[in-house]
């Protein structure tokens, strides 16, 4: 199945270490995310804090980009966090490919 990453930050001022009405919000939301999960089909694989800094790090494995994305908005991500999202390969398989694709230089 494939995998995604999504690396979460926010400011200071927008986390739930600091600001009362996110922390409530995240009290009360996170606890559901599992659900939101098997319901769409996706398996968060790692959730990570990258102390000390506001962003965090996010591996899925879901059937499709969408279902990710449906994920986080469902789940409240983006009430709180700018998200980056990228499709992962891991890079054995890319190193297979690596003939296959035109060099530059």
């Keep these: 199945m494939p995998e995604y990453a999504v ?4 400011p200071p001022d927008n986390c739930p270490m600091t600001n ?6 995240a009290k009360n939301q996170f606890p ?7 319901k769409l089909g996706v398996k968060v694989k790692q959730e990570l804090h990258l ?16 279902a990710v994305r449906d994920y986080l908005v469902q789940g409240g991500y983006v009430h709180f966090s700018r998200l980056s ?3 992962v390969t891991p890079i054995a398989e890319l190193l297979k490919q690596v003939d296959d694709m035109p060099t530059i230089y």
Excluded at 7 to 10: A, D, K, M, P
Excluded at 32 to 38: F, S
């Design 7 to 10: 690396l979460q930050s926010h």
């Design 20 to 25: 009362k009405a996110v922390r409530e919000f």
């Design 32 to 38: 559901k995310n599992p659900a939101i999960a098997k």
């Design 51 to 66: 102390d000390p800094d506001h962003q965090a790090f996010i591996l899925f494995e879901a059937p499709n980009a969408e």
């Design 85 to 87: 999202f990228h499709l």
